[in-house]
Every structure is written in C-alpha cells, then in structure tokens.
C-alpha cells in the first residue's frame, strides 16, 4: 500500500489548507443563519376577550400555520425547541359577527413581543365560529387523588373539599353532557397527618367553557389506626317459613381496624352479622358462613372468630 510522505513544509500547507476551508464554511454558515427568512411554525391559539353574552364553538382545529419572518438561527430553533408558544388571539368582534380575521390582528400579536420572531401570516386566516344557547351548570368536584400514607396511618374520614361544586358556563348542548368537573391530581407520600392544601380544577380544554372557581380546598383526614375486638349478634335472615332456628354461637368476635380518635365509640350497634338459612335449603350447608354486612365507615374487618355457625333447626 502506497504511502505519501509529506516534507513538513507541505504537512503545514494542508494543515493551513483546512484552516482556511473551516474558517471560510463557518463564515458562510454564519452568514447565511443571519439573513431573514419567512418560515412556518405549528402553534395553537388561545383566546381573550370571549363573548359573556355568545356562546361559542370553533369550527376548525385550535392550532394553526403562522408564517413568520425571522433570522436563520431562529428557523433553526424554532425547529428543535419543543416549547409550542401559543399566540393569543382577541375574540371581542364575536359579540357582532360569526368570525375573527386573524390578519387584523397581526400588529397586535406583533406588538406584545410574546413571540421571538415577527408574524405575518396565518393559515387558516380565518377563524369561523357556531353559536348556540348559553348554559350554566353547577357540577361536584372529583378529586384525583394519589396518597401513600405511612404504615398503620390511612383515611379516617370523609375528604373535605370547598366548595364541593364548581359552576361551569358555556354552550348549553357541550355542558349538558359534563357529570362534574375533576381536579390535578394531589399526590402525596409518606403521610402521616391530615392532608389540608388548596388543589386546582382541571384546565378548560374548550376557548368556549369557564368554570368557577378555579381551585378547592381539600381536607383528607388522617390518622393512626389500630385493631379493636368486639361480640357482635348473629342474624339469620331467609327464613320466610319461620322456622323456630336456633344458631351457635349466638355472637361472633369482630376483630377490626379504627381510627384511634374512634376507638371508644365504636360497640357492637355499628355492625351486623348475618348468616343466610337459603343455604341450607338450597345447597344443604351443614354450617353456615357468617357474613359481615354493616361497618363503620374506614373501619376494615380484619377477622371474623368463627367464620361459621352451626344451627338448628325445629319444625
């Protein structure tokens, strides 16, 4: 295999040659990125100014083609940042006409300096808009909710929120249809107290929708739970022949887990035990399971001694 051999005078012509070809493309590239281009960019449209006495739904996608005119740097980045800015767009003329001419509001849009490079054009330029009746609708709050509590720590009662409806305004035939209205999700970890903070609703995906307000308190109480055993009566039930049955034991041992602020309040009235006689009549069970059918609120049976009753049965 042949191999040059440069002197060294010719080793630094080709070391200048490459120098000179380097600096001379990044001069280009330089200049070139520095001239002023018309470019598109994706950007969707939110919207001020909406009609309080219209409303309103947009007949076409909210995110649009925006002609811009910008340097090459920034076509360059407008095609790797991934932040999709959003151009505001006043919708005041919807309260005399059915449509808002974007290219009206050029200057406007231009003037806010929200956008890194100037508008000039918009595809759609107009945006068309159905009317309908004008609602208002009063929905319960979801809470969306993700809690990991610390261990023998859970939920003791009911989660609080204020207020527990929020009003929503919009288009009567798109309100109709919404059963309530969620919330961002609380997340939490490790809990071992009771939860207080203020959440936000759900954004409003729809330019034509408001709701009210716009963030809830939520109380989530929480406490320390432990175990309490209780002698609980058992009922029989399905017995419409009313036969004279008699069960044994008569009560069963509840063992169960209470918040402990309610641990001297909790007796056997809380619960009922039930052990159903169809069994016996239509499977011939020799003994019959005991079911627990009535619990405290956020207590757990964590075991029922015996699980099974004998009985008898005189005709």
Same mark, same amino acid.
């Given at each position: ?19 000179? %070809?380097?600096? @001379? ?38 995110? *649009? ?26 919708? #005041?003329?919807?309260?005399?006409? +059915? ?16 956008? !890194? ?28 909710? @993700?809690? &990991?509590?610390? !261990? !023998?720590?859970? !939920? ?5 929120? #204020? ?22 999700? %609380?997340?939490?970890? +490790? ?60 009560? *069963? ?6 918040? %402990?602020?309610?641990?001297? +309040? ?6 009922? @035990? ?11 069970? &020799? ?14 049976? *964590? ?13």
């Amino acid at each position: 295999m042949a191999i040059i051999k440069l002197s060294a005078t010719e080793r630094r012509r080709v070391s200048v040659f490459f120098t000179c %070809l380097l600096l @001379a493309g990044s001069a280009w590239v330089l200049v070139t990125l520095s001239r002023t281009y018309n470019f598109k960019v994706r950007r969707v449209l939110t919207y001020n100014n909406t009609p309080q006495r219209r409303a309103f739904h947009s007949l076409q996608p909210d995110t *649009v083609n925006v002609t811009v005119r910008g340097t090459g740097w920034q076509m360059l980045f407008s095609k790797m940042n991934a932040e999709n800015l959003p151009v505001k767009i006043d919708l #005041r003329t919807l309260d005399r006409e +059915d449509y808002v001419v974007l290219k009206a509001q050029i200057k406007d849009i231009n003037k806010s300096h929200e956008l !890194q490079y100037e508008v000039i054009g918009f595809d759609p330029d107009t945006l068309y808009f159905d009317f309908s009746n004008r609602g208002v609708k009063r929905v319960p709050v979801r809470l969306m909710a @993700a809690i &990991k509590y610390q !261990q !023998q720590f859970a !939920q003791s009662n009911h989660i609080i929120m #204020r207020p527990a409806y929020v009003t929503i305004t919009g288009p009567s035939n798109l309100i109709d249809h919404i059963p309530f209205w969620k919330t961002d999700s %609380l997340k939490a970890d +490790d809990v071992g107290e009771t939860i207080n903070t203020r959440v936000n609703l759900e954004a409003v995906k729809e330019g034509n929708i408001s709701i009210y307000p716009k963030s809830i308190q939520v109380i989530v109480p929480v406490n320390e739970f432990t175990e309490k055993t209780i002698e609980v009566p058992v009922k029989l039930i399905n017995n419409p022949e009313y036969y004279n049955v008699k069960v044994f034991p008569l009560k *069963v041992k509840v063992t169960f887990t209470t918040p %402990l602020n309610n641990y001297t +309040d909790i007796d056997a009235e809380y619960f009922e @035990a039930q052990a159903d006689l169809d069994l016996w009549k239509k499977h011939d069970y &020799k003994m019959l399971p005991v079911k627990i059918t009535k619990i405290p609120d956020f207590c757990k049976v *964590v075991k029922i001694e015996p699980q099974y009753v004998d009985f008898i049965i005189k005709k």
